[in-house]
């Protein structure tokens, strides 16, 4: 192997000296240059980004806080509404209860008077029955017709004791 003969040693070191030397030159120039570029550009392009987002971010924040402030005063408009109509078809539901009840009494009123009337119409009919049958007994227990004076004055006694 020719590298490890001894007498050729020496200007291998002498050629890897000077190809260390080049290589380095040409990187240092060209190679690292190029690199720090990329490695710069990308570092401007991240702290741009970062920019972006912090901004985005506190964008997106604001939104989110007067999308919450308008939700909460929909809300709130919402119960506000809701009460009025409740309020509204409590009224309605109560003035209409009031006249259900008006009604109902004047029905109420206007059957008792009918009962009443029909109450004294029933009466005078059984007291012309009682009349007629009161004056066919006297006259068959007696066989002399009935005097009306004093049957109407009992009948009328009976019934007055009774309505």
């Known amino acids: 192997m020719p590298q490890l003969d001894v007498a050729t040693f020496l200007p291998q070191l002498f050629w890897l000296a000077v190809t260390f030397v080049v290589l380095y030159i040409l990187m240092s ?35 989110l806080a007067a999308y919450q402030k308008t939700l909460s005063d929909a809300r709130a408009e919402a119960q506000v509404v809701l009460r ?4 509204k078809l409590a009224a309605e539901a109560a003035a209409r209860q009031s006249a259900l009840a008006a009604s109902l ?7 008792e ?25 006297v006259e068959k227990l007696t066989g002399a017709p009935a005097d009306p004076a004093r049957l109407s004055a009992a009948i009328d006694s009976a019934v007055g004791g009774r309505a």
């Open 29 to 63: 120039t060209l190679g690292l240059p190029a690199v720090r570029r990329g490695i710069e550009g990308r570092r401007h392009k991240v702290d741009g980004d970062l920019g972006r987002a912090s901004q985005l971010k506190t964008e997106a924040e604001s939104i």
């Open 105 to 111: 009494a004047e029905q109420v009123s206007a059957a």
């Open 84 to 87: 009025e109509t409740g309020a």
């Open 113 to 137: 008077q009918r009962i009443a009337a029909m109450k004294d119409e029933a009466l005078a009919e059984v007291r012309g029955i009682a009349t007629e049958v009161g004056g066919a007994i």
